[in-house]
């Protein structure tokens, strides 16, 4: 079955104290772990495994790596030799070098994001359990998100050079790992130039996205809430707790996601991201969005650009 989801990230923070009071109190992720090197590992309330972010102390915010997980041990094989014979190098780490999961398939994105596959990480559950589960926990803090929903990478995209690492990792995800593009856009002359993606291997309508800028980094790092409401409530706790809002409450045109657009204090951008979406399937056409309106795409009902929201990214 090859990649299943997203697993993990790992994000650089500044202050860890501050980070910890963002992740925890406000987006109301669980502290589950703590390592010798100062590395805080954190799950949504609605994550059966063990850890999904993992922040780490830094002095540049960004992202470390991003990790997905593999249905089957036996994945990881198959798919280091599809990566290697795409002509990507890999290299396989032992159980215990990402903490708590088996063996992991290492490589980078030709975008150069780090990226790990791995097939097993420590099982602890939900507070609901499985047996008669209520729908939610007690003692939920802040937005109290579900679970890490998606990544959206920042890939360098220069037509005048010839460099477009949006398409190159485009092609490498479909024809290397499977996965398949649910939305793209298309600029430049005759729409030809695939400036972004929106690829999915779960059924909803991305799992992760490339972006084109003038260099790569981390766009946003995105956690799930159920409902429209719940983006209204988690926009009043972040307003409570003066978080810096990017974008407050918004549809997105591509995805149809409720959405809003913040910061972690480090300066990395987080989104909360509602509502299915819409259900995709592996035999549905890729939706094309063109540059005239791109901005109706990322921001429905505004149809503008935001400021920062292309040009500030760690
Ligand atoms: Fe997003």
């Given at each position: 079955m090859g990649v299943m989801r997203i697993g993990h990230i790992n994000l650089r923070v500044l202050d860890m104290e501050a980070a910890l009071k963002h992740y925890e109190g406000v987006l109301g992720l669980i502290r589950v772990d703590e390592d010798a090197d100062g590395n805080v590992y954190l799950k949504g309330w609605d994550e059966w495994d063990k850890y999904s972010v993992i922040l780490s102390p830094a002095d540049q915010a960004g992202m470390n790596h991003v990790a997905f997980k593999v249905r089957r041990d036996t994945d990881l094989d198959a798919l280091r030799e599809k990566v290697e014979a795409y002509g990507i190098s890999t290299e396989m780490v032992p159980p215990g070098t990402l903490r708590d999961c088996g063996r992991a398939l290492k490589f980078n994105l030709p975008s150069g994001h780090e990226f790990y596959l791995y097939a097993q990480k420590a099982f602890v559950g939900k507070a609901v359990g499985v047996t008669n589960p209520e729908?939610?926990?007690?003692?939920?803090?802040?937005?109290?998100?579900?679970?890490?929903?998606?990544?959206?990478?920042?890939?360098?995209?220069?037509?005048?050079?010839?460099?477009?690492?949006?398409?190159?990792?485009?092609?490498?995800?479909?024809?290397?790992?499977?996965?398949?593009?649910?939305?793209?856009?298309?600029?430049?002359?005759?729409?030809?130039?695939?400036?972004?993606?929106?690829?999915?291997?779960?059924?909803?309508?991305?799992?992760?996205?490339?972006?084109?800028?003038?260099?790569?980094?981390?766009?946003?790092?995105?956690?799930?809430?159920?409902?429209?409401?719940?983006?209204?409530?988690?926009?009043?706790?972040?307003?409570?707790?003066?978080?810096?809002?990017?974008?407050?409450?918004?549809?997105?045109?591509?995805?149809?996601?409720?959405?809003?657009?913040?910061f972690?204090?480090?300066?990395?951008?987080?989104?909360?991201?509602?509502?299915?979406?819409?259900?995709?399937?592996?035999?549905?056409?890729?939706?094309?969005?063109?540059?005239?309106?791109?901005?109706?795409?990322?921001?429905?009902?505004?149809?503008?650009?935001?400021?920062?929201?292309?040009?500030?990214?760690?």
């Open positions: 729908p939610w926990p007690d003692g939920l803090k802040g937005a109290g998100v579900h679970w890490l929903d998606h990544a959206l990478l920042m890939c360098e995209l220069d037509p005048e050079k010839g460099v477009n690492k949006v398409a190159e990792n485009t092609k490498f995800m479909e024809e290397a790992l499977d996965f398949r593009v649910a939305e793209q856009v298309m600029v430049g002359p005759d729409h030809s130039i695939q400036a972004a993606t929106w690829m999915f291997r779960t059924s909803t309508p991305h799992d992760i996205a490339f972006v084109g800028g003038p260099k790569m980094g981390l766009h946003h790092v995105a956690f799930f809430l159920d409902e429209w409401n719940d983006v209204l409530k988690a926009a009043d706790i972040m307003a409570k707790n003066k978080i810096k809002m990017d974008v407050t409450p918004q549809r997105h045109g591509i995805t149809r996601g409720y959405t809003i657009y913040f972690d204090p480090s300066g990395n951008r987080n989104e909360t991201f509602a509502g299915l979406g819409y259900l995709t399937q592996p035999d549905m056409p890729t939706i094309t969005w063109t540059e005239e309106n791109l901005w109706r795409g990322i921001f429905y009902h505004t149809g503008e650009e935001a400021g920062e929201f292309t040009d500030v990214y760690t």
